[in-house]
């Protein structure tokens, strides 16, 4: 079965903090997400991954970097961390489909972390 | 205009009921499209995939229009635990562009 696992559920931080979100698929999928969630906004795309050390700006990726060493583990690092990061983070990861007669295929979440800045 | 647009509902609706949603795009290079439910303060789970023929999962149908533009979920004899917010998905660049709609919130009352 599909696995996609956040290393957290809940994270509490302190304004300017360095904060690391890890997430690992075990699927071998090429393609890695993340989003955050807010109410009333739905889902943006933070960055996203396509390639081992391969990463592609999304709609806001202002405040966020991210890492991808292994094909497996994508991580999202907020540099110095400010209240308006308070919000769901969700990853995601997807099959890369070579063809444009193939369909794609679709994502598949983790859990999600809910992170507090404060 | 937002690239996938859905009613955000909320749709009220009593048990047994039949309820349909409504999902347009107007990027005409979409190349796949799916329904994905997602319960309050969960992750989205992937409901279906959507295909041109149309495609049916117990009760739960999918249809697609690609030349209006338009998807549609038809839920039939509605459940309880069918309460959730149900969000039309539509990918291009060769699954690396999914976009989200907004969702449309549906609550199945007792």
């Known amino acids: 079965d599909v696995k996609v696992t956040q290393s957290s559920r809940y994270l509490v931080k302190r304004t300017g903090e360095k904060v690391f979100l890890e997430c690992v698929q075990d699927m071998d999928h090429e393609n890695m997400f993340w989003y955050r969630q807010d109410p009333g906004l739905g889902l943006r795309l933070i960055y996203f991954?396509?390639?081992?050390?391969?990463?592609e700006k999304g709609d806001i990726p202002e405040g966020y970097s991210v890492s991808r060493e292994k094909k497996e583990r994508f991580s999202l690092i907020l540099e110095s961390a400010s209240t308006n990061q308070t919000s769901m983070y969700l990853c995601?990861?997807?099959?890369?489909?070579?063809?444009?007669?193939?369909?794609?295929?679709?994502?598949?979440f983790g859990d999600g972390t809910r992170l507090s800045i404060l | 205009r937002k690239e996938v647009e859905q009613d955000p509902g909320p749709f009220n609706v009593p048990e047994g009921a039949t309820v349909a949603f409504n999902c347009t795009y107007s990027?005409?290079?979409?190349?796949?499209f799916f329904w994905y439910r997602q319960d309050c303060r969960k992750e989205p789970k992937l409901l279906m995939s959507v295909y041109s023929s149309g495609n049916e999962d117990g009760r739960f149908t999918a249809q697609l229009n690609r030349a209006s533009q338009y998807i549609s979920l038809l839920i039939r004899d509605s459940k309880l635990s069918d309460s959730a917010t149900y969000l039309c998905?539509?990918?291009?660049?060769?699954?690396?562009?999914?976009?989200f709609g907004p969702g449309t919130r549906l609550s199945v009352l007792p």
């Open positions: 995601a990861s997807s099959l890369f489909v070579p063809t444009s007669r193939d369909r794609d295929q679709p994502q598949h």
């Open positions: 990027n005409s290079a979409s190349q796949s």
């Open positions: 998905v539509v990918t291009h660049n060769y699954g690396q562009n999914f976009v």
């Open positions: 991954s396509y390639d081992v050390k391969m990463k």
